[in-house]
């Protein structure tokens, strides 16, 4: 059973920086290529970027381009993103969601940013 | 990028009703391989989005036959028999043919 376990909500000052997690099981994280999407309720969905963790080679959304980075660990079967920089505008839930179509999405993990 | 406009914004049903969302783009989606990558989830409250629809027609595993999507080039439909309370959530149409992905504003399908 294909499984993405994100990693536990977050707080952040402003101007700091966060590293989200993204564990997969049943199957290998180079057999696809990993999404980042960004939620918050009264937004909607954003996607960010990809990784294809076979290469290391990503893309990003031009909005995201600076605030986003995305690796990835074979080693461990594990994705992540880390965001900088952090304002207001980044108190989100981050879902991390495999294959093209996305059809796995991890649980997601809340970000949220706060002096 | 490419605007997905996703209507209505809200939806109320009757348990038993049926609906459709559409979903139109600014621009065709058809790839240059001949693809058409529109696909359709589901948002429920507290939980992550799941995959219905991939490729503007093709039920994902799992998915009842009660969902059906259709369209062309820049205009979309998902349709819902028979609607049951496990279909209620917000509906989301996601583009994937062009740089940079973007999804629709989401459609919240509710109870009348």
């Known amino acids: 059973e294909v499984q993405l376990q994100q990693s536990g909500p977050e707080l952040r000052r402003p101007g700091s920086s966060v590293k989200l997690s993204c564990k997969a099981s049943?199957?290998?994280?180079?057999?696809?290529?990993m999404h980042w999407v960004k939620h918050r309720p009264e937004h909607g969905l954003e996607w960010i970027g990809w990784?294809?963790?076979?290469?290391?080679?990503?893309k990003y959304a031009q909005k995201f381009q600076s605030k986003a980075t995305l690796t990835a660990d074979t080693s461990s079967n594990t994705a992540y993103m880390q965001l900088s920089s952090l304002t207001s505008e980044d108190t989100a839930t981050y879902f991390c969601?495999?294959?093209?179509?996305?059809?796995?999405w991890g649980q997601g993990t809340l970000v949220t940013v706060s002096s | 990028d490419v605007l997905m406009t996703q209507t209505p914004v809200s939806l109320p049903v009757s348990l038993g009703g049926q609906v459709s969302i559409s979903c139109r783009s600014s621009?065709?989606?058809?790839?240059?391989?001949?693809?058409?990558?529109l696909h359709w989830y589901l948002q429920k409250p507290g939980q992550s989005p799941q995959l219905l629809i991939y490729?503007?027609?093709n039920r994902f595993s799992g998915v009842p036959d009660r969902f059906s999507g259709s369209g062309s080039g820049t205009d979309f439909t998902l349709k819902i028999s028979r609607v049951e309370p496990e279909d209620l959530g917000v509906y989301y149409c996601?583009?994937?043919?062009?740089?940079?992905?973007?999804f629709g504003s989401g459609t919240k399908l509710e109870i009348k």
């Open positions: 969601a495999s294959t093209g179509v996305f059809a796995y």
């Open positions: 049943g199957y290998s994280i180079t057999d696809y290529l």
């Open positions: 990784i294809d963790p076979e290469d290391g080679e990503t």
């Open positions: 621009q065709s989606l058809v790839h240059s391989d001949g693809n058409t990558y």
């Open positions: 490729r503007v027609s």
């Open positions: 996601l583009q994937s043919t062009h740089f940079p992905l973007t």
